[in-house]
Nanobody, 126 residues
Framework: QLAVSGGGLVQTVGSLRLACAAS????????FGWFRQAPGQDRKGPSC????????FYQYAHADRVTISSYNAKVTVALQMRSLKPEDTAVYTC?????????????????????WGQGTQVTVSS
């Protein structure tokens, strides 16, 4: 299971940190991914982290404004977002895959993630 927390309302140029805590899995080599989905749009913008070597991948139009990292014995992953803009408003969801390297090499497509958390709403007001 993946438990997502940290969404909410934030003003433009503000910062927000989302967290995703994993439990009940036994993958040896896994990766987390964060995705976002705005109303009427497809899910996009994955930020991925391979836990074993902490390498990251960002397919995100504003990758310079987000950082994905792990903590808590690597079963929790955070997405730190800064300089937020109204267009960042979306439902953010984390996901887990046991196919870490293959997933990152493929550009972190959502189809390769096997476990999904619930979404959390992030609203950026202008």
């Amino acid at each position: 299971q993946l438990a997502v927390s940290g969404g909410g309302l934030v003003q433009t140029v503000g910062s927000l940190r989302l967290a995703c805590a994993a439990s009940g899995f036994t993958f040896d080599d896994y990766a987390f991914g964060w995705f976002r989905q705005a109303p009427g749009q497809d899910r996009k913008g994955p930020s991925c982290l391979i836990i074993k070597d902490e390498s990251t991948f960002y397919q995100y139009a504003h990758a310079d404004r987000v950082t994905i990292s792990s903590y808590n014995a690597k079963v929790t992953v955070a997405l730190q977002m800064r300089s937020l803009k109204p267009e960042d408003t979306a439902v953010y969801t984390c996901a887990l895959t046991p196919y870490a390297k293959h997933t990152v090499i493929a550009g972190c497509p959502s189809r390769l993630f096997t476990t999904w958390g619930q979404g959390t709403q992030v609203t950026v007001s202008s």
